[in-house]
């Protein structure tokens, strides 16, 4: 299942060559990445006060072509592979039908002091199995 969050390029998160800084991603990607979650039914704050947390492991981005202020972008999120801590989520950044980056996450749950924990039963729903 794929799921879409739309934002708009605001120019201070352009970089001196007029384009979107690459560091500015990582943070589309979150908040595309929160969209994901509590449109699936899962609220942050509502796992943090249960004991748990959800913590990016990785992320591997590839630039593909440069975002300008004010360009429309829609990240696509989808789960690609689900694991008992966690799993990975394909990202798609795109400019109408251009793609403008791509990114593979890799997440995990961890527990109250930071350790990998087994994930909740709230993830057990369909927008988080590939």
């Known amino acids: 299942m794929d799921h879409e969050c ?3 390029v605001r120019s201070y998160e352009c970089d ?5 800084n690459n560091a500015i991603y990582l943070n589309y990607l ?7 979650l509590h449109d699936n039914g899962i609220s942050v ?14 992320i591997d981005i590839q630039y593909r072509r440069p975002a300008y202020t004010d360009d429309r ?11 008992r801590i966690g799993g990975v989520l394909e990202q798609t ?7 403008v980056a791509t990114a593979q ?4 749950c961890v527990d109250g002091r930071g350790r990998p924990a087994r994930l909740p039963p709230a993830f057990e729903r369909e927008g988080f199995n590939p």
């Open 6 to 8: 739309n934002l708009t």
């Open 73 to 83: 972008l829609v990240i696509r999120t989808r789960a690609v592979r689900k694991m």
């Open 45 to 58: 704050g509502e796992l943090r006060a249960s004991g748990h947390g959800l913590l990016v492991a990785r």
């Open 105 to 108: 996450v890799t997440w995990v």
């Open 93 to 99: 950044v795109l400019r109408g039908e251009e793609v």
């Open 16 to 20: 001196s060559y007029g384009h979107v």
């Open 30 to 36: 979150e908040f595309a990445r929160h969209s994901y």
